[in-house]
């Protein structure tokens, strides 16, 4: 496959699984009361920021701004991108446990058993540790199989889809010293063999993006949302 068909094949599976599912899914479920856990003290307290009062309107905002611009979003971005891979055939799904992807390395032409992150900040100090132990473990019980013959610890490494390599973090620096971690162009030059290929993405994407027919998401989902909160016996305006 081309790296010209290849890169359309990712920005359509992007604006059908990612970005139009997110926008459905803000507006048929976010916008719903009842998928909210709500803190009245914290919820009251945001209105007024966002609003200069307490009113429905600012309850809406307090619950649905965070929700559509934050947690829904990337949750569903980390667990359809490893999706992604799989459905569009550039990596296969990994049979060993806690591994992500398996795919060839186009640079060195040896498997890898890869942990997709997101970004360069998506690790905190208490997840080093136990990410190094899941993967001295596995590799230890790999040697046992003779199927594994020869496999090292930087063939299994962990892949993270966007940044720089002076952007990591500590933590994955830390994780770096015993197991590669592929940072953005690196990364998709890796999986796909071509050196060029994440900036050709990144550019393409976001041509995508200025497309998208987001449907007033925001005002719309906080409107929906707000006609539900001025009746609901949780509110007392």
């Known amino acids: 496959m081309t ?35 709500i803190n009245p003290i914290v919820v009251k307290y945001l209105s007024r920021v966002l609003e200069g009062n307490y009113s429905p309107e600012g309850v809406a905002k307090a619950l649905f701004y965070p929700r559509v611009l934050g947690t829904s979003i990337n949750t569903s971005f980390g667990t359809r991108i490893q999706n992604m891979f799989v459905d569009l055939e550039i990596a296969s799904g990994s049979l060993i446990k806690g591994m992500d992807i398996e795919f060839i390395d186009q640079i060195d032409q040896r498997k890898k058993w890869c942990q997709l992150k997101s970004g360069p900040n998506t690790i905190n100090s208490e997840d080093v540790k136990p990410l190094i132990q899941k993967f001295t473990k596995t590799i230890n019980l790999a040697r046992t199989n003779n199927a594994f013959l020869g ?71 906080c409107e929906i949302l707000a006609a539900e909160i001025k009746t609901s016996p949780l509110f007392d305006f």
Do not use: C
């Open 3 to 37: 790296e010209t068909i290849l890169i359309q094949k990712i920005v359509d599976y992007f604006e059908t699984n990612i970005f139009s599912n997110h926008i459905e899914a803000s507006l048929k479920k976010n916008s719903k009361l009842k998928s909210y856990n």
């Open 151 to 221: 496999i090292s610890n930087s063939d299994f490494i962990v892949g993270v889809l966007y940044g720089e390599p002076n952007e990591l973090s500590m933590h994955y620096k830390d994780i770096d010293k015993t197991h590669p971690v592929f940072i953005g162009t690196e990364f998709w030059h890796r999986i796909t063999g071509y050196p060029n290929f994440y900036k050709g993405l990144v550019l393409e994407l976001h041509r995508s993006i200025n497309t998208i027919d987001t449907k007033d998401l925001i005002n719309k989902g």
